[in-house]
């Protein structure tokens, strides 16, 4: 025992004499100096060593740093001068994402704790009467302590900072996809016109007909031999199959002919006079109808009923 006291003891020692917290004294003369601005010089050390020096004033740097923190603080977290900040743009924009308008569950996403890191500066150690015999509040902090403790908040405000900016960014970009998902859904699925007269014949015939690499060529000149469509009905520029699609699952498919109730997807968009003269051939890749329940023997052919993509 008495070993490990007289080990124990220097270093006790030590740690006494040396104070963290009391002011050193700093050679901070530089010859040949030229003055940079904002405090920062270039010139010669005591060794005639080249160096850069910044110094400021003490108070100045932690009102400085102070400053930066807080600002940091309101523009994530919001407050009555600056609004509600980037956790409250945040907040609004997941509820919009996650809106039954377009097709979101219409629930409440939890957000992340609004954690402000300087809620306990504003915290007073003692409450008393001063030496003038004044009630006063008086909180006091080593100088090297708050400054750390403040240089470590600016870095992580910095890094939430980004982050949120990251997440609204991404919030934005998911709502836009949502709500042009749900105007094309609207658009192809409820207000796309009529083009043929739909009969009971065309829908046996496509009903028989839709199966993966079916040939959309020998469609079209069935179709067209029977006046399920008609030539003049469509650009003789852009190809038959031009539409994307997007079924009630939120699955999308491209090249897309509308014929009646049927949405049929190919493999590639091929124009009228292409198909004509078969130097284009397009297959098939999916189908559905959005009547699936009138369309004769729909279970052959439509087994997973209206508005969904069946290969």
Same mark, same amino acid.
């Given at each position: 025992m008495?070993?490990?006291?007289?080990?124990?003891?220097?270093?006790?020692?030590a740690a006494?004499a040396?104070n963290?917290?009391k002011?050193?004294?700093?050679d901070t003369?530089?010859?040949?100096?030229?003055?940079?601005g904002?405090?920062?010089?270039?010139?010669?050390?005591?060794?005639d060593?080249?160096?850069m020096q910044?110094?400021?004033?003490?108070?100045d740097?932690?009102?400085?740093l102070?400053?930066d923190?807080?600002?940091?603080?309101? /523009?994530? &977290?919001g407050? +009555?001068?600056?609004?509600?900040?980037?956790?409250?743009?945040?907040e609004?924009? $997941?509820? *919009?994402?996650?809106?039954s308008?377009?097709?979101?569950?219409?629930?409440?996403?939890k957000?992340?704790d609004?954690a402000r890191?300087t809620d306990r500066?504003d915290?007073?150690?003692?409450i008393?009467?001063?030496e003038?015999?004044?009630l006063?509040?008086v909180? /006091?902090? &080593?100088l090297k +302590?708050r400054?750390?403790r403040?240089?470590?908040?600016?870095a992580?405000?910095? $890094?939430? *900072?980004?982050w949120?900016?990251t997440q609204?960014?991404?919030c934005?970009a998911?709502v836009?996809?949502?709500?042009?998902?749900?105007?094309q859904?609207?658009?192809?699925?409820s207000k796309y016109?009529?083009?043929v007269?739909t009969?009971s014949?065309?829908d046996q015939?496509i009903?028989?007909?839709?199966?993966?690499?079916?040939s959309m060529?020998?469609l079209?000149?069935?179709a067209l031999?029977r006046q399920?469509?008609m030539?003049?009905d469509?650009d003789q520029?852009?190809?038959l199959?031009?539409a994307?699609?997007?079924?009630?699952t939120?699955a999308?498919?491209?090249?897309?002919?509308?014929?009646g109730?049927w949405?049929?997807a190919?493999?590639t968009?091929?124009?009228?006079s292409?198909?004509q003269?078969?130097?284009?051939?397009?297959?098939?890749k999916?189908?559905?109808?959005?009547?699936a329940?009138?369309?004769?023997n729909?279970?052959n052919?439509?087994?997973k009923g209206?508005?969904?993509?069946n290969?």
């Open positions: 008495k070993k490990v006291s007289y080990l124990i003891l220097p270093l006790f020692l006494c040396s963290p917290n002011a050193e004294k700093l003369e530089i010859k040949k100096q030229e003055d940079m904002g405090g920062t010089v270039i010139g010669l050390n005591e060794k060593e080249m160096i910044k110094k400021v004033r003490l108070a740097y932690i009102r400085q102070q400053y923190v807080y600002g940091l603080e309101d /523009t994530i &977290y407050s +009555d001068e600056t609004g509600k900040g980037l956790w409250g743009v945040l609004e924009c $997941q509820l *919009k994402e996650n809106s308008e377009i097709g979101g569950e219409g629930t409440y996403v957000m992340p609004k890191l500066e915290q007073f150690q003692k008393g009467l001063d003038k015999k004044n006063v509040a909180s /006091t902090d &080593y +302590d400054i750390r403040f240089e470590n908040y600016k992580t405000y910095k $890094q939430r *900072k980004d949120y900016e609204i960014k991404i934005n998911n836009d996809r949502k709500t042009y998902k749900t105007k859904a609207a658009l192809d699925l016109p009529q083009m007269n009969t014949e065309m015939y009903c028989r007909y839709v199966k993966q690499g079916a060529n020998a079209i000149k069935k031999d399920w469509i030539k003049e469509y520029d852009q190809p199959n031009s994307t699609v997007t079924d009630s939120s999308e498919r491209h090249n897309v002919l509308r014929i109730g949405a049929l190919y493999d968009g091929a124009k009228l292409e198909i003269s078969d130097s284009i051939k397009p297959v098939l999916s189908w559905m109808n959005d009547s329940d009138i369309v004769p729909s279970k052919c439509l087994r209206s508005n969904v993509w290969n």
